[in-house]
C-alpha cells in the first residue's frame, strides 16, 4: 500500500524514509526536515485548531517579539499550565 506523504514532500525525503509502510514514520520525518521555523508554525496551529476546536486564528497569532503574550493567552484559553503548555506544543 503507498504512502500519503503531504504534496511537495518527496524531495525532501529520501528513497528509503518514503517507501516505508507506517505514516506516522512519514509525518514525523517530515516534521523533523522543517527547517523553516514559520512553516512548523504553520503546521502547529492546524494540528493546535484540529484538537482544540474553539482556538481560532486570532488565539494562534505570532508577532514576532511577542512569544510570551501569545503563550499566556493560550494557558488561559486551554486552561493549561505554562509547562503543560509547552509539552503540548512539542508533541505536536
Known sequence: M???VPFGTYSRLS????????????KK????????PDE??????AKLKLT?????D??????YGKKEV???QLQLKLG???PELNLLLSEL
Not at 15 to 26: F, G, L, R, W, Y
Not at 40 to 45: A, I, M, R, V
Not at 58 to 63: F, G, N, P, V
Open 2 to 4: 503507498p504512502v500519503r
Open 15 to 26: 528513497e528509503e524514509q518514503s517507501t516505508c509502510s507506517s505514516d506516522q514514520s512519514v
Open 29 to 36: 520525518t517530515y516534521m523533523s526536515n522543517i527547517k523553516n
Open 40 to 45: 512548523l508554525w504553520t503546521l502547529q496551529k
Open 52 to 56: 482544540f476546536r474553539h482556538l481560532h
Open 58 to 63: 486570532a488565539d494562534l497569532y505570532y508577532d
Open 70 to 72: 501569545m503563550m499566556t
Open 80 to 82: 493549561k499550565s505554562r
